[in-house]
């Protein structure tokens, strides 16, 4: 005898059924597969067993981890029980069969056509879809938008700098509270900072961000007589973390656009 | 918003100093102004007479930062 997997369709051309009938096929089997069903249903195997299918599920049995013998079940039963007209035709068979084809099916289910259809159906029942080629750019488009903003490239960073929906702060010989502890409650971005100062180290000025310095410098660190100008753009600070300003002379200046999320 | 504070309160020899040191003061009522805040809109300066003036939102001046 062959050792080649013999798999058949069943009936030989699908055929439909009324709710609540049923229809029996005397075939032995490891190897089961529904080629074609207009819904879900039960497959009843060797009167016994009870399992729900839908089209492109399989199932296959396994060996005994014992003997080794392949396990088959004798006889299957398709019960229709979806609640109208059931068109159906299985594939029977047995052998070691095995497909590189997967189907699922549960709470969530996906469903491929090669190359232009992906479907998602929820639990919900809801089926996402991307299946349309203006849909098709449109996710491409923004692919390439994503991996250029990725990129560690100035020129697209820079775009990410924007005053729109920012507020400002300046001191010069004076000091503040930018955003306090309490006021920043889901993060603050900063835009754009900048400090400078022209003196000695006292008349410095600086950006602190929960307490500690983002630019500039503090008493003792700055120069004892030069320039300094500091700036930084784009940078997302946590909620919760006060942000503070501070210049110590008319020589020194701190400049803040930012934005409370 | 807490109100800012002024960081040094120049002395008129400081400013005489500074002066020479070709820092130029920008004026408010014939008066240098030694020391600006302003937070979202809300400014606050401070004068070399030790007074201040604060000037809300709306550019109306008032006497009370945060009014």
């Not at chain 1, 207009?38 to 399989?58: M, S």
């Not at chain 2, 030694?34 to 939102?57: P, T």
């Amino acid at each position: 005898m062959s050792n080649f997997p013999r798999v058949q369709q069943y009936p030989k051309r699908k055929i439909t059924i009324a709710n609540g009938e049923g229809y029996n096929i005397n075939r032995k089997g490891s190897f089961l597969r529904v080629r074609e069903a207009t819904a879900k249903f039960t497959l009843i195997f060797d009167e016994t067993h009870e399992l729900q299918f839908e089209q492109n599920d399989r199932l296959r049995l396994l060996r005994d981890e014992q003997s080794g013998e392949q396990k088959q079940f004798e006889k299957v039963r398709v019960l229709n029980d979806t609640g109208s007209d059931l068109t159906f035709q299985l594939e029977i068979g047995d052998g070691e069969i095995s497909t590189n084809n997967t189907a699922s099916s549960g709470e969530t289910a996906v469903r491929t056509n090669p190359d232009t259809e992906v479907q998602i159906q929820t639990k919900a029942g809801t089926t996402l879809k991307v299946d349309d080629d203006a849909t098709q750019t449109a996710i491409s488009a923004l692919e390439t938008a994503l991996t250029n903003l990725l990129k560690n490239d100035q020129d697209k960073r820079s775009g990410l700098t924007t005053f729109e929906g920012a507020s400002s702060a300046e001191y010069n010989n004076s000091s503040g509270t930018v955003v306090s502890s309490g006021a920043n409650t889901s993060g603050v971005i900063i835009r754009y900072a900048h400090v400078s100062h022209h003196g000695n180290n006292q008349d410095f000025a600086h950006i602190k961000v929960g307490g500690k310095i983002l630019i500039g410098r503090d008493a003792g660190t700055a120069p004892s007589n030069g320039n300094i100008e500091h700036s930084i753009k784009d940078v997302f600070i946590p909620a919760g973390v006060a942000i503070t300003a501070d210049s110590q002379s008319v020589g020194a200046w701190a400049t803040i656009w930012y934005e409370v999320l | 918003m807490e109100k800012p504070q002024i960081s040094t309160n120049l002395t008129a020899e400081k400013i005489a100093q500074l002066q020479a040191d070709d820092h130029v003061f920008k004026m408010h009522d014939n008066k240098k102004i030694i020391g600006k805040a302003d937070q979202d809109g809300y400014l606050i300066i401070w004068l070399e007479d030790g007074s201040e003036i604060i000037r809300n939102a709306d550019g109306e001046f008032v006497k009370e930062w945060g009014a």
